[in-house]
Structure formats: C-alpha cells, structure tokens
C-alpha cells in the first residue's frame, strides 16, 4: 500500500527505528506507524523529522494497530503499525488528492477468517481477523449495495482473500457484548475468494 502523509515522530524502538505518519487524503483521520525493513539508525533516517511530507510504502500483510500512551498528557491512541518497504521525501505544495491521481492504485489483499457478517440497508459489512505476531487483528470489509452479492456465499468460519481498495482505509468503532470499544480499521472491498480456491 503506497500513501503519503506527514511525519509525526521519528524514534528507535528497542533495534529498530519507526516513523509516526499522520495520513493524508483518507475519508478519516488516520496515523501509522512505520517499522523500517530494512534495520536504519535514527541518522539514516535524518530527513523524517516533524512536519516532513513523505511519500510511503508498508506492506498490507503486515498490518496491524497497537495503542500509544501520549507520556505527557496520558491519553490513549489506537494508531495502525506496518513493516515499510521504502519512502521519499516529497516536494510538492498540491493537495494528497491530486497527487494520488498520478500514483497507479494498487489494491489490498488481505487475508484472514471471517468472524462477523452485517447488513446495512442493501450494503454489507465482514469483519475478519488476520493473525499477527500471536495475536486476531480485525479489519472490517464494507461492500457497497452495487457489489454486495459478490459476497452472499461468505459465511461465519470461511477463510477468505479479499481484495479492496487501496486508498478507502479508514476505521469503525466496534462495542463488544461487554461494553468494551475497540476501533477496527475498515477497507472497501471489490473481490473475494475462499482460500481453498485457485
């Protein structure tokens, strides 16, 4: 997935050096945290200081989210975290919209097992869980009326692939059984295939 956005942080993290990025163009506010692949030092990443415009690449099958503590005010931030692939400092005063229109899309896949089906009006949302590192990471896949049957055959249990739209990442705040609320990154999907298919 390939975004641009502005540097909100540049710090080591144990043997790695991650930048925070507030993301620009997305229908919500959303932040990132990018964990280099390649192991950098701070230095080598000098040119990501606060403010910076970059243009980025992570890899989509690493997506995942953790909560931040803000240390001097204490409050709580669910952001998103991704292994980057590459970056660019950028140069260009244009709004995100306009730049992303030269950029070739290159839409998500995501893959993972479906654990919640909904129906709004004639669209329909799926929410799966991708494992990372140990854990269930939900991400929640809207499919417009125009495309919902694409999905009808998906049942609760199903492995699935889904292919979405690169630049529709956004966020739904889910309240389970027992009052607790977690914020679920979103996507809008456009193809989805069981995992046992070829």
């Known amino acids: 997935m390939k975004y641009i956005g502005t540097v909100v942080d540049n710090y080591a993290r144990k043997n790695r050096t991650e930048t925070l990025i507030s993301i620009e163009g997305l229908t ?13 030092s701070p230095d080598a990443l000098a040119d990501l200081t606060l403010g910076t415009r970059v243009i980025f690449a992570a890899h989509e099958d690493t997506l995942t989210q953790r909560t931040d503590t803000d240390e001097t005010t204490g409050a709580t931030s669910t952001i998103l975290v991704a292994v980057g692939a590459f970056y660019d400092v950028i140069d260009d005063p244009r709004e995100a919209a306009e730049i992303y229109e030269t950029i070739e899309a290159k839409p998500l896949e ?17 929410t799966l869980t991708m494992p990372r590192h140990g854990q269930r990471q939900p991400i929640q896949t809207r499919w417009p009326a125009a495309i919902a049957t694409t999905v009808e055959g998906v049942t609760v249990g199903d492995e699935i692939l889904v292919t979405a739209e690169e ?32």
Do not use: K, M
């Open 167 to 198: 630049r529709s990442l956004s966020w739904t705040v889910d309240i389970d059984d027992a009052g607790r609320r977690a914020i679920v990154p979103a996507v809008t999907g456009i193809q989805v295939r069981t995992v046992l298919e070829n």
């Open 110 to 126: 995501l893959a993972g097992t479906v654990v919640d089906i909904a129906q709004h009006g004639g669209n329909r949302s799926i």
């Open 28 to 40: 919500r506010p959303q932040q990132i945290a990018v964990i280099w692949s390649i192991p950098r």
